[in-house]
């Protein structure tokens, strides 16, 4: 059985983060961020065009391929204040579905100011899409405790909700960086691998790769591949809790193609590399989840998930080849090419990682889930690699520097 980690006191995972350590805008090219490279409990500085030499051949790459959305909304009401939506996840159907949509559909989202806005009030912005008048209209439902259910409808089906949402919305940047989104965050707030709709959160650690240096790192025989995890409001949610156990994680979908998952399990001396925290919250919950499945613990007609604790609960006894075999037959039974599930996964230390032996990451902020992540995978030495960090200039969060973390 796992160490539980839920009596750990957030106030245990707290450091100084100035001001002027945050990262507002992106450097001027990718590669050129600085990279702090942990590996045997040593520290070294570096930048990132250098990771093709620091990495092995044979190692694999993995990416999170989800693009972030113009989640971000504002609508005016009729006495002239205005609104702000944050489109969070569609409701009974997949982002896939819902960004091709040509009627109307409900998301889940978090309101700015809607005390304001009167149950019975149907917001609107005009639009001008391809010199057509299009209205749009959104639509409060009910509350389900922080969130709101909202329906979105537009008067013109010739138009599908991505593109609505593409002249309506606007990039939705972490608060911490407290400025609204410009042109030039359009491109640097997404991977240059991006293609799956869905995320309001970029997934910032690949934000540094180029498609240069990914034909670079190819050359040496290290390879990657992508899944897809769609970050949610839960990345920007603080620890308010004093432990760790009173905070609630948000579940977020992920997809991972059947030949990923037969990669994972056949082992020829590679190392499992991934690139950024989703990506090790994907590729974790993968074992679980399998083991949920050759457990029974998944009924036939649900899809599957895992909650925040179960890690810490399920006494393992399967390995990760049956594990990853019971998720490829659960997928043959459906003729999928694709698994889908939902993870809360709370990675924690006391978590035993079965997947990742290495993972890009960049700086995250005190008391943060992520930061405890970062703290499960190199132990007490979180300490050691954000003094450095901070007492040689790293840049910290969203737009920040790099680091690379190396179990191996």
Partial sequence: ??????????NDFDFDLPESAIARFPIAERDLANLLVYRNAIISDLVFKNVPELLHENDLLILNNTRVIPARLFFKKATGGELEILCLEPVGCSHQDAMSAHDPLTWTCMVGGAK???????????LNIEENEVN????KLRRNEHEFLIEFSWDNSKFVFSEILLKAGEIPLPPYLNRNAEASDVIRYQTVFAKEEGSVAAPTAGLHFTTELLQRLALKGICHEKLTLHVGAGTFKPVSSTLIADHAMHGEIFSIDVKLLHLLKSD???RIIAVGTTSVRTLESIYWIGHKLKSGLIPENEMPSLN???PYEIMPVYTLVECIDSIITFCERRN???FHATTSIMIAPGFHFRICKGMFTNFHLPKSTLLLLVSAFVGADWKKIYDHALSHSYRFLSYGDSSLLLQE
């Fill in 268 to 270: 020829h001396g590679k």
């Fill in 116 to 126: 304001k806005w009167k149950n019975d009030e149907v917001l609107r912005i005009e």
């Fill in 336 to 338: 999928q090419s694709q």
């Fill in 1 to 10: 059985m796992l160490t539980d980690p839920k009596q750990l006191r957030i």
């Fill in 308 to 310: 925040q604790w179960e």
């Fill in 136 to 139: 749009f209209f959104a639509k």
